[in-house]
């Protein structure tokens, strides 16, 4: 699916920051890398070249999911990181460093739908296959992760046209998710319509909100997907009771999308790559194809 080396498109002298779509979520396994993933292959479907980043560097939940080689030689979210540590407040022109970092590696892994075909979707991993990441030995702060990884965005949007951003982000209040919240045009925050979920959410909303109470851009433009609700329930109904919940905690939130429960793509999970391109006609795939 991924073997081969990318189409490399022209540059072009007009370059415009594409939109970037970052999703992240208070607890883990609520769905947030299908979802991730799939959004991407719909954001590819317009035939513009779309690029997913794992930002998970431990579970590589959608490095794993979309992958079927080993991530070998090929650009990765650890490798960049790697290249800037130990600078601390020497960090002076991530610019120009993640330029280089991204001519000194080989091609995008990029993706293949069904049939074996390319697709416009590229992938850049969390980390190499094999690699034991440790998140301890990094010392960055948010604004520093910020830059490097605003750079990279930028170097690699250059290089291969990129026309959309998605990041697939570790759950919880994960630095690396926090700093790529700050240049995001959305914010998507996945939950399951239970208390325990719900909780995780408003805790990791409390630290976007500490990290940018100073920028009201950056929290206006987070939003919740409801995942996962129950057929006992009607989605209406849920998104009522949820956004008066959103209202006494967060203010006004507003509700991307609602989504319900999906057995058949529960219980194949890794199954399908994209279950968008796979069964577009069940539950999950249309209610993500109409956000």
């Given at each position: 699916m991924v ?5 490399r ?10 939109p970037?779509?970052s ?12 979802l991730?993933?799939?959004l991407?292959?719909v954001l590819?479907w317009s035939?513009k ?5 794992d ?10 999911l979309?992958?079927d ?8 979210v650890?490798?960049l ?5 130990g ?8 610019s120009?460093?993640s330029?280089e ?5 080989p091609e995008?892994?990029r993706?293949?739908?069904s ?14 296959t ?9 010392d960055?702060?948010?604004?520093q992760?910020?830059?490097?990884l605003?750079e990279?965005v930028s170097?690699?949007?250059?290089k291969y046209d990129i ?21 995001s045009?959305?914010?998507i925050?996945?939950t ?9 959410t408003?805790?990791l ?11 009201a851009?950056v ?20 998104e ?12 006004s939130?507003p509700?991307?999308a609602?989504?319900p429960?999906d ?5 194949s999970?890794?199954?399908?790559k994209?279950?968008?391109?796979s069964l577009?006609k ?9 956000m």
């Amino acid at each position: 699916m991924v073997e081969g080396e990318a189409e490399r498109p022209e540059r072009t002298e007009d370059f415009k920051f594409p939109p970037v779509i970052s999703v992240g979520s208070g607890k883990g396994g609520v769905g947030k890398t299908m979802l991730s993933a799939n959004l991407a292959r719909v954001l590819s479907w317009s035939g513009k070249n779309v690029l997913l980043v794992d930002l998970d560097l431990y579970n590589r939940g959608a490095t794993s999911l979309i992958a079927d080689e080993l991530i070998v030689n090929r650009p990765t979210v650890s490798g960049l990181l790697d290249k800037f540590q130990g600078q601390g407040e020497a960090l002076v022109d991530p610019s120009r460093q993640s330029l280089e970092w991204m001519l000194g590696n080989p091609e995008l892994v990029r993706t293949k739908d069904s049939d074996g075909e390319p697709t416009t979707l590229f992938l850049l991993p969390s980390a190499p296959t094999g690699k034991l990441v440790d998140w301890t030995e990094h010392d960055f702060t948010v604004p520093q992760l910020k830059a490097i990884l605003k750079e990279a965005v930028s170097a690699l949007s250059k290089k291969y046209d990129i026309g959309c951003v998605v990041f697939d982000s570790r759950p919880g209040p994960e630095p690396l998710f926090l700093s790529v919240a700050g240049f995001s045009d959305e914010i998507i925050l996945v939950t399951e319509a239970e208390h325990v979920t719900m909780t995780g959410t408003f805790v990791l909303y409390n630290y976007l909100y500490e990290q940018y109470k100073n920028d009201a851009q950056v929290l206006l433009n987070i939003h919740l997907v409801l995942n996962r609700i129950p057929d006992k329930y009607s989605l209406r109904m849920m998104e009522k009771i949820y956004q008066e919940e959103l209202s006494r905690n967060l203010g006004s939130r507003p509700i991307l999308a609602s989504i319900p429960f999906d057995r058949e793509i529960f219980q194949s999970f890794t199954e399908f790559k994209f279950v968008v391109d796979s069964l577009p006609k069940s539950k999950f795939a249309r209610h993500v194809a109409a956000m």
